[in-house]
Every structure is written in structure tokens, then in C-alpha cells.
């Protein structure tokens, strides 16, 4: 869509929501804008996770768009949100279902049920199409056929599987161990076979493709005893080429970092307790608060050039979506849902 | 499919019992819900006339707790003004009580005057506690700290056991879901005292069916097998008693937890405890009563949940508790009708559990005194109650700095003003109480606080008693104010494990009405409340979730039990609950709608010969609602049970 047409469609949805005088949200109108998926986690146990969306080009953010398109919840404890192919796959960790949106409408066309007690966390889809789910809790990788809408079967990979990217068909699988493992596995994503398990730091718990044959895995680092702060290992970065089977590289950046976005300036970025971590992949510069504060998530819109971050407040009611740009500098801060967490662009 | 499988048996015992029907004693053939004359030792650990205590309380006695649709100590406790249940989906589901809305943990639960709020996690699962043993629940409202120390910030529930069996009891229980229940017991009497012992067995699939977003499912792997032993006796000395209680359970459920995918979980627990209590109870002097008690409870709890792995190792957590108590304690009351009692307390609690860091040992020590002083001006005749209470609480651990030792100073002072005795009255209490922080807030390993300080709270009541005399009806009306600051919360840390601190400040404040009425062979008791428990402070400028309502504390709840004996061998009863809409996330947007759940009994008693046969058939949840107590924990739809005793006396 032109950027034209997103103007003026998105200035009809101001219109239309300054015409609203109960403070709802304005109605969805099922024209597909681009703009951020903000996929809340919701209270644990309570059936309240919701899909926010902003228009960036309208300024608008429309809450709950996925139960009021959809008249039905999304369910417990939105995990994380993956683009492929025009759908949005919105993994519902507590509810043990993924559900493919379409991203123009936000009409769900499918619901994939993960096997019984999977506790799926992510998806990736490889480059010959097939869907690669990590099942926290039953040790498994989940295949995922998006032609047939079924499960192909499930593959044994290492301890707690969290994050995972496809490169090419290589699948990397951080094997997190809720902080007992410090592996990731390795999946041919054509024969749906394991063919490597890679020792990388303590508690893996993130992996972004940074392109078709070279992954980055995130490492959160230890805990050992929770009440002893002195027997920690720290958190890092490491680079893994997938055609290879090697680690290329790392990178150790202290504390107990989470997440892993990047942009297109060659930085990727994390988060630590205080705030936001900006990282050069070349030069392996590290600057810790980049962004200071309490952030959730974080997401790179490497088009409008701008830092999403999920500030989950206090984790009970309501967040907020701060919007920063690529320098750090915070243009403006939206209410979203409760715990926003996973967050992407839709085109 | 199971009503029709109940029909037969039903009409058929219907058609018998008439026939069969024979007078029974006197004294046992009314209801009565108003209990004009009951005592209560709870409310003041004065033995007390209901009608003088200083805060409202509520007894249900043996006879009435029969009578009714009831199947556990939970089911009394939600018939009470004031408070709430939250169960997770009925038989063998976890169910917790709570007082004005302020939490099971702040409602302090006594079985025998004995504590049974965990050092753990301060709970109690009172659907666990079967309704054949006692022999009355008495509930009061309140901050009740002066007299009982931690916990009972929102008030007391204590149940008093019976130690009087008949020479030999069989009884045999059967209803939908598969529920089965058999107990045998046997008792004597002689000039010295009495002895008593029971076995009882029960069995539930629980699987009932339910609505989840369209799709027709079954509760799954909510079993439950429940066996248990308990026995005890009286032994009458020449100026004194002395009283033994043993409960050995065994409890073997699933918990298939909140329902957001067809398959429900396969997360078992299994509970084992045992408890025994010894009580004496001598006449020191024509005015003076002696009182000592010695309690152990020991248990072990067991989580096993195959669906959830860390690395290859199946989640199985197992808790071992032990706890010892002692009290003793003089009453005395003067030529001038002064009454007063001072005692001391002690207890050890002790945990022992992988998921619990430093081993902790709680040693609590108390000292407590309550005093009624009655004063007549003219017609008036006012008691003034005052208590005060000092707890001190050391914790011993290992490998942790230990917290401060609590120091624990509770005052409270109640009157009570009978303006037209007898008949109009007027109440009122005000107590300081407090809470001590919990093993698992303490301790546990992940995300325990050792700095945590206990949670205080400020506690007022007022209220109006009317009583227009016997078949007439009597009305209460009480107001009351819970301040509690301090309040611990689990807020998230810098870690992936939360922890919880002392950030919240709470008020709780509502009205609480009660009507009791008996007409001929009717007896009918309503209770209604409305109250508002929000958090007052604000964490941060903008905070949502402040003067909110506190999370499943409903604005407006009530209850209606109706019984009627139209003939000396049948009782009819109803019990229903009202529960209002209920916020279940702390901003208030997302809710449970308010319900109805109706309860019915018909009992039927025949004897011949000295055998005593008992029927019982309940018809539960008459109105087939389909509701929720606690979010995506469905409970069940309309079912039937039978149970039929006998009894050679």
C-alpha cells in the first residue's frame, strides 16, 4: 500500500475515533494498514491476554482488536507473535494454542492446538515453508505444515526449548533449561532431523536470524542459587553459523540480559533489568542503558526507523508501548494491554 | 442420563419413609437457626451469650449443619454474612475462606481453638475438613489479633468438634460424578466418660461437564480418594475433663487447574497429615477454671505435575510441616460478675521443603488476657470487653541471616449495650491486629523476602441487634472498617522470579445484614453484605489499579437457608448463595458475572427397634447455573446425592 493511502486511510480512523464519545476503542475497519502487532501477555491464569495494534502513519492504537474482531478471547499468556506468509502466529504459552491472524483483517483463520501440555513459546518458519514450534515443557520441537494446517510431528531437541529462528533451513533451538542448560539445537528443517547440539552460555533463552545462514543466540546467564547473587555467570551473545554448525563468535555482556532485536545499522539490542542494552555487532561495542527503564520487549521497525519497547508498568494492570527512535530518543508512550510483551510489525 | 438414574431409588424411598415414619425424641425434632441462648467462646474466649458478644458472630450447630445441604466446613463458612469461598471446582478442589474480603490468609481457621493457618502459606483448605465430626462452627468477624494473635485480621473460624458417637454407626453415601462415601463408627459411654472412633472413606471423579467457548468438555483428572481416621474421648475426672481429638487423612486428588485448553492438566497432589489435641478443662474453684491444651500436627504435601519439566526431571515438590503447640490459661470471674481470662501460648512450627531456602523454625511465644466488665446504669446494661494480647515470633533458619524477632502488641476493646435487654442492643469493637509474613514469603528460594515486615491492620465495628422475641424475628445490622497497610504483594524483580514485598494499603468497608425468623416448624436465616475492599495507595503517578475493588471480592453477596420440619422424622432445607460480580484482574475490566446456587435436602428419619436409619438426599446446584467461583475453574451443574445412616443406640 502506498503511503499515500495509509495517510488518508489513517486520518479516516482519527476521525472515525474522535467521533467515539465513550472512550472505546474506535471499530477496526478491515483495510490492513501497516502497523505494530503488540501481542499482551495478560495475568498469568487469568484468560486475559489481547492483541494490540498501532498504526504508526494514524497514531492510533487499537486494543483488543483480536476479541473484537474475533468475539472470543485470545486466551492465557500471549507469548510471541511471528509474520509469515500474510499471518500472524500469536503463541498462547497457557493456553497451549497458536493463533494464525491475518494481518489485514485480524480475522483468526486458524488455531493450531499444541500437543497436551506443550507449553509452546515460539515459531519460526524455515525457508521451505514448514513451521518449527519450541514446546517448553515437553523438551520437543513441534512441525507445523501452514499448507495442510497440521502437525507433522514432534522432535526431541535438549532441556526447556524457548527461543528459536530458522536460517535457511537450519533451525537453532535455545535449549534453556529454565537456567540449568547452556545448549542449542541444531534441526534440519528439510528432514526434520536433529543434526547438531552446540554448547553456548548459561540459560539460552533468545535466537534471531541475522540472515539466511547466521543466527544470534542470546544467553541470559545463571542464577545457580536465586539468593546468591555471587554464584551467577553472566549473560551473552553469541553468533552461530547454521551451514556450519559452528559458533563464530561471542560476546559476554554481563548481568542477565533477555531478548534480542536488531536494526539495519548493524546494532542488535537487549534488555537488562535497567534498561535497554544497544550492542555493534562489528565493532562489538556494548552500551547498557541505552533506553533506561523497565522494559518487557523490544522491537526494531527498521522502515519508520524507530525502537518499540513493551513497558509492562507494574505487571497487574494496563502497560504502556514506548516508542523511542533509533538514537534513543522517546518521541511518545501509548496504553496498551496488560504485560505487553511480543511485538512486530505486520508489513 | 444421572437425574433419570436417581429417579427410582428416590421415588421409591419417598413412597417407603411415611409408613416407616416413627416419633423421634423431643428435643431433636425442631430447627432453629436463631440460637437465642448459644454461647460462644470464640468471639471473646469467654464462654459468651451470642446475643451479648461484642462482635457479630454466627454459630451453626450440629443439628442445623445436618440438616442442610452441606458438604464440607466451606459450605457453612459461605453461608455466613461476610463471607466468601473461592473454590476451584468443587469436591476435593481447593477451597479457601475469607472474611470482609481481605483473603483466606487473614482469615484465621481453629479446629479446637487450635491454629490450623500453616506457617507455610497461612491457608487452609476447608474443604478438606469433613461436617461428621463437629459439633459446631462458630464464625466471628472481626479483627481478632488480641485473642489469637497472626492472621486473623479478618476474623475467626473455629470448629469445635463432637467426641459423642452412638454405639454404632454405618453409613453409606452415593451421588453423580462418582461420588461415594462410607463411614463406620463406634462409640461408648460409661460414668467415666466416653470413647469414639471412625473410619470414613470417600471417592469422586468430579467430572462433570461444562461449557468451554461452545464446546461441550468434562472436568478431567479431578478425582479424588479421601480416607481418614479419627478418634477421641472424654475422660471425666472429679473436677475436671479431659478431652482428646486424633484425625489421621490421607488425600489423593488431581488439580486440574484453570481450563484454557480441552486437556486440563495431569497435576496430582496428595495431602497426609494428622493431628492430636489434648485438653484439659478442671474447676480450680467455685469461680475458677483451668484450661490446658497440648496440639501436634504434623503432614506432608506432595505436588507431582508430569507436564511440567525442568531439563528431564518432572516437577514434584514435597513439603513436610510439623507443628507443636501448648496453651494454658485461667478464668475467674468476681462477686461482681467481672469475668476475665489470661493465658499463655506457645507454638513451633517447622518446614521442610526443597522449594524452601534456610529450614525455618518458627517459635512463637504469646501472652493474652480478655476481661468482660459488666456495668448496669438503670436498665442498661453495658459489657465492655477489653483484650490485649503480646506475641513475640522468632524464626531460627540456617545459612540465612535471620529476620528481627516480631514483637507484637494487639489491644482491642469491645462493648456491647443492651438498650432494651434482651431486645435492642448496640455493638461496637475496635482492634489492632497483625499479620506475620510466611514461610514461602520469607523463604522460598527463588523469590523469598527475608526483609518482609508483618502487614498491621486497624479494625472497627458497629452494629445493631434487634430481637422481637421468640417466633418473632431478629435482625442485625453491622458496619465495619478494615485498614490494613503493609499488605505484602508479589511484584515482579529484577530476576525472572517475583517477590513479595510490603507496597499495598488496603481498606475494607462494608455493611453486613443479617434476618433470622422462626415461625412454628419454619426457621429461615438471610444474610446479606455489601463492601468495598480496594487498594488505596498508588504504586505510580496514573496507577490503574488504585481504589479499584480488591480482585474476587464481590460488592454485593448474600445467603438464604430455609428449613422446615413439617413432621418430627423430615426436615426440607434450602441453602442458597448469592455471590455479586466479581473483578478478577486489579484494573476492573474483566469480571464474573454474579450467580445463584441453590441447594436442597430433604432428610428422613425412621426408627424400629432402636436401629435409626437416616436419609439424606440433596439435590445441589437445583437451579443448574452454570458459574465460576474463581475464573476458568468451572463448577458443577445440577447433581443428586443420597446417604443413608444407621444408627443402634
Redesign the interface.
Known amino acids: 500500500m502506498n503511503r499515500i493511502a495509509v495517510f488518508i486511510l489513517g486520518w479516516m480512523l482519527v476521525l472515525t475515533a474522535c467521533s467515539e464519545d465513550n472512550g472505546t476503542n474506535p471499530p477496526i475497519t478491515p483495510t490492513g494498514p501497516r502497523g505494530l502487532y503488540i501481542l499482551n501477555e495478560g495475568?498469568f491464569?487469568?484468560?486475559?491476554a489481547t492483541l494490540s495494534f498501532f498504526i504508526p502513519d494514524s497514531n492510533i492504537v487499537y486494543n483488543d482488536v483480536f476479541q473484537s474482531v474475533n468475539a472470543?478471547p485470545l486466551?492465557?499468556v500471549g507469548n510471541s507473535i511471528t509474520l509469515h506468509d500474510g499471518r500472524a502466529y500469536l503463541v498462547?504459552n497457557?493456553?497451549?494454542?497458536i493463533e494464525v491472524v491475518d494481518v489485514n483483517t485480524h480475522v483468526a483463520v486458524r488455531t493450531i492446538?499444541s500437543p497436551?501440555?506443550a507449553?509452546p513459546r515460539e515459531i519460526t518458519f524455515a525457508a521451505n515453508g514448514l513451521g518449527f514450534i519450541s514446546n517448553l515443557?515437553?523438551?520437543s520441537v513441534s512441525v507445523y505444515d501452514p499448507s495442510t494446517g497440521t502437525l507433522l510431528g514432534d522432535i526431541a531437541v535438549g532441556?526447556?526449548p524457548d527461543g528459536i529462528a530458522a536460517a535457511g533451513n537450519g533451525v537453532v533451538v535455545a535449549n534453556s533449561?529454565?537456567?540449568?542448560?547452556n545448549t542449542v539445537t541444531i534441526i534440519d528443517g528439510v528432514t526434520r532431523t536433529t543434526v547438531a547440539t552446540l554448547t553456548v552460555g548459561d540459560y539460552p533463552t533468545a535466537v534471531h536470524a541475522l540472515n539466511e545462514s547466521v543466527v544470534a543466540v542470546l544467553c541470559?546467564g545463571g542464577?545457580g542459587?536465586?539468593?546468591d547473587p555471587n554464584d551467577d555467570t553472566p549473560g551473552g551473545l553469541y553468533i552461530i553459523d547454521v551451514p556450519s554448525r559452528t559458533v563464530v563468535d561471542s560476546l559476554g555482556l554481563g548481568g542477565?540480559p533477555t531478548r534480542l532485536a536488531r536494526d539495519r545499522d548493524g546494532y542488535v539490542y537487549t534488555i537488562h533489568?535497567s534498561g535497554v542494552t544497544r550492542i555493534h555487532l562489528a565493532s562489538k561495542s556494548v552500551t547498557r542503558d541505552f533506553i533506561p527503564g523497565n522494559f518487557y520487549n523490544i522491537a526494531i521497525d527498521p522502515v519508520d526507523r524507530r525502537i518499540y519497547l513493551a513497558n509492562?508498568?507494574?505487571?497487574?494492570?494496563?502497560g504502556r508501548l514506548e516508542i523511542h527512535t533509533l538514537d534513543g530518543t522517546k518521541i511518545q508512550a501509548r496504553d496498551v494491554g496488560?504485560i505487553p510483551n511480543a511485538m512486530v510489525m505486520t508489513k | 442420563m444421572i437425574l433419570r438414574y436417581f429417579y427410582f431409588p428416590i421415588i421409591a424411598m419417598l413412597a417407603i419413609l411415611p409408613a416407616a415414619a416413627q416419633p423421634r425424641e423431643a428435643h431433636d425434632d425442631t430447627l432453629s437457626f436463631v440460637l437465642r441462648d448459644a454461647v460462644t467462646v470464640t468471639a471473646t474466649r469467654l464462654p459468651t451469650a451470642l446475643r451479648d458478644a461484642p462482635a457479630p458472630a454466627e454459630i451453626f450447630d450440629a443439628r442445623t449443619i445436618r440438616a442442610l445441604p452441606l458438604r464440607s466446613i466451606s459450605d457453612v463458612i459461605a453461608l455466613s454474612a461476610g463471607a466468601a469461598v473461592r473454590d476451584y471446582g468443587g469436591t476435593g478442589s481447593l477451597q479457601l475462606a475469607s472474611l470482609r474480603g481481605l483473603g483466606a490468609e487473614y482469615t484465621l481457621v481453629l479446629l479446637d481453638g487450635m491454629r490450623l493457618n500453616s506457617a507455610q502459606n497461612s491457608l487452609v483448605d476447608v474443604g478438606q475438613f469433613t461436617l461428621r465430626n463437629v459439633d459446631r462452627v462458630e464464625i466471628v468477624r472481626g479483627g481478632l489479633a488480641s485473642l489469637y494473635g497472626s492472621n486473623a485480621l479478618g476474623g475467626v473460624v473455629n470448629i469445635v468438634t463432637t467426641r459423642e458417637r452412638p454405639p454404632l454407626t454405618a453409613d453409606l453415601g452415593y451421588g453423580a460424578f462418582g461420588w461415594k462415601q462410607a463411614a463406620l463408627g463406634s462409640g461408648i459411654a460409661g460414668r467415666r466418660g466416653r470413647l469414639f472412633a471412625e473410619a470414613r472413606y470417600e471417592e469422586s471423579d468430579n467430572d462433570f461437564s461444562f461449557d468451554w467457548n461452545g464446546t461441550p468438555l468434562r472436568r478431567a483428572n479431578s478425582t479424588l480418594l479421601r480416607r481418614s481416621i479419627t478418634a477421641g474421648g472424654t475422660l471425666l475426672l472429679a473436677r475436671s475433663v479431659l478431652t482428646l481429638h486424633a484425625d489421621v487423612m490421607d488425600v489423593d486428588m488431581g488439580t486440574p487447574g484453570a481450563v484454557f485448553s480441552a486437556t486440563q492438566g495431569r497435576a496430582r497432589q496428595r495431602d497426609r497429615h494428622a493431628i492430636v489435641s489434648v485438653q484439659l478443662d478442671a474447676q480450680a474453684a467455685p469461680r475458677t477454671r483451668l484450661r490446658a491444651a497440648l496440639g501436634a500436627r504434623g503432614g506432608r504435601q506432595e505436588f507431582t505435575d508430569p507436564d511440567y519439566r525442568i531439563g528431564n526431571t518432572t516437577l514434584r515438590s514435597v513439603y513436610d510441616l510439623t507443628q507443636l503447640s501448648a496453651s494454658t490459661s485461667v478464668e475467674h470471674a468476681t462477686v461482681s460478675e467481672i469475668r476475665a481470662i489470661a493465658g499463655i501460648e506457645g507454638s513451633v512450627d517447622r518446614l521442610d521443603g526443597a522449594g524452601i531456602a534456610a529450614h525455618p523454625t518458627r517459635v512463637q511465644a504469646a501472652a493474652f488476657t480478655s476481661t468482660d466488665i459488666p456495668v448496669r446504669i438503670r436498665a442498661i446494661a453495658l459489657h465492655i470487653y477489653p483484650a490485649l494480647r503480646y506475641d513475640m515470633i522468632h524464626d531460627a533458619v540456617t545459612d540465612t541471616e535471620p529476620p528481627d524477632d516480631l514483637h507484637a502488641l494487639s489491644p482491642s476493646i469491645g462493648l456491647h449495650l443492651g438498650v432494651l435487654p434482651g431486645r435492642l442492643a448496640l455493638r461496637g469493637r475496635i482492634a489492632r491486629t497483625f499479620g506475620m509474613p510466611t514461610f514461602n514469603q520469607l523463604y522460598w528460594r527463588e523469590g523469598g523476602n527475608p526483609a518482609l515486615r508483618p502487614e498491621y491492620s486497624t479494625a472497627i465495628d458497629a452494629g445493631i441487634a434487634f430481637d422481637a422475641g421468640t417466633g418473632r424475628p431478629a435482625v442485625e445490622l453491622t458496619w465495619f472498617h478494615h485498614d490494613i497497610s503493609d499488605k505484602i504483594v508479589w511484584t515482579p524483580s529484577a530476576g525472572i522470579y517475583w517477590t513479595p514485598r510490603n507496597v499495598q494499603h488496603v481498606i475494607s468497608t462494608g455493611v453486613e445484614a443479617q434476618a433470622r425468623f422462626d415461625w412454628q416448624w419454619l426457621a429461615l436465616r438471610a444474610s446479606a453484605q455489601w463492601m468495598r475492599a480496594r487498594k488505596v495507595n498508588a504504586a505510580f503517578a496514573g496507577d490503574a489499579t488504585q481504589d479499584k475493588q480488591l480482585i474476587y471480592v464481590p460488592a454485593w453477596s448474600g445467603a438464604l437457608t430455609l428449613a422446615a420440619a413439617p413432621a418430627e422424622w423430615l426436615t426440607v432445607t434450602l441453602a442458597a448463595r448469592l455471590l455479586g460480580t466479581r473483578f478478577y484482574d486489579e484494573t476492573n475490566t474483566a469480571a464474573l458475572p454474579a450467580h445463584l446456587v441453590t441447594d436442597l435436602a430433604v432428610r428422613a428419619t425412621t426408627t424400629l427397634t432402636g436401629l435409626e436409619t437416616t436419609w439424606k438426599l440433596e439435590l445441589l446446584n437445583a437451579l443448574d447455573a452454570a458459574y465460576e467461583v474463581v475464573a476458568f475453574y468451572p463448577m458443577p451443574g445440577r447433581h443428586l446425592r443420597l446417604s443413608v445412616g444407621t444408627t443402634i443406640r
Open positions: 495475568n491464569q487469568r484468560g486475559n472470543r486466551g492465557d498462547i497457557n493456553s497451549h494454542t492446538a497436551p501440555g507449553s515443557l515437553t523438551n532441556a526447556n533449561g529454565f537456567g540449568t542448560n541470559t542464577y542459587d536465586y539468593n542477565h533489568s509492562p508498568l507494574d505487571w497487574v494492570q494496563a496488560i
